[in-house]
């Protein structure tokens, strides 16, 4: 277990030095002077000498390989250079504005969870029946529906009619419900399709005859067999949503004017930001190879036969 654990940790390194390198070529072979963007955003008259200065304070004027090698060295250390429009350190102002994502990110998931694995579940063991098309009804409707709509629908009837959430911002629990709600219904569509599908799968199995004729109680053979197993399809999509929703939840944030991250990654591009844009393509591939890589393990925890089949590869 510890091999293969060591293994996946080192398999993260050169997928994500592939990730610098390919935000380092996109932001050399942009038409935008990094040099140019500084000045635009500090609404300096750009010179030639002045630009040749900021080219030389940022080190463009150096070989491609030495900017590389330096900005992995930069990026190691959490120095990501100095936003153009705030003049501050962009890890400072990225840092201050996670949280509020973290925040939204685990309340959606939280709440996708809670829906989605009964839902789903009850979906499965009881085909056709009531529970079974509600199911279907949500997951087209949650599969359908943009999620700028969505927000704009719930503040206009929980907010603006029945004035029980806040329309915007951050602060309390009652800030929190409705765009945690806005991100959850697309997860909980994906989710509970997921696990039905599993479900019925599993249900299939020869060892659910076999444990039925054993004379195993149905609820036994329901909660510690089919879905223990047939939750594992679910935790995969869990992972690769993590990533996604820590960094692609910028309509929700803009509809909620909710101060995350994803909200200044907007404000960035519009400005510029070079510094920032940067920070984000990195930071979103290295949260996209954090968050596989605890599904790996919680996979791992779930079925062993994981880590004995990464044995046997080697």
Known sequence: ????????????????????????????????????????????????????????????????????????????????????????????????????????????????????????????????????????????????IPSFWLGYLLIFFFSVKLDLFPVEGIGTWKHLILPSVTLALPLIALYTRLLRASVLEHLQEPYILFARTRGIHEKVIMGKHVLRIAISPMITGLGINLGKLMTGAIIVEAVFSWPGFGRYFIEAIFNRDVPVIQCYVLLAAGLFLVSNLIVDLIQMYIDPRISRKGRHHQ
């Open 1 to 144: 277990m510890g091999i293969y654990i060591l293994k996946r940790i080192i398999a993260i390194v050169p997928i994500f030095l592939l990730a610098t390198l390919l935000t380092f070529g996109m932001i050399n072979l942009s038409p935008v002077d990094p040099a140019e963007a500084y000045l635009a955003a500090a609404h300096i008259q750009p010179t030639d000498e002045i630009l040749a200065q900021k080219r030389q304070e940022f080190g463009l004027d150096q070989p491609l390989l030495v900017q590389y090698v330096n900005s992995i060295i930069k990026i190691c250390q959490f120095d990501f250079g100095i936003s153009y429009v705030t003049n501050k350190p962009v890890w400072e102002e990225v840092s201050s504005r996670l949280p509020a994502t973290i925040q939204l990110t685990l309340g959606s998931i939280i709440i996708a969870l809670l829906v989605s694995v009964p839902l789903g579940f009850l979906a499965g063991i009881k085909k056709n029946s009531g529970i079974d098309h509600f199911s279907r009804v949500l997951s087209f409707f949650g599969a359908s």
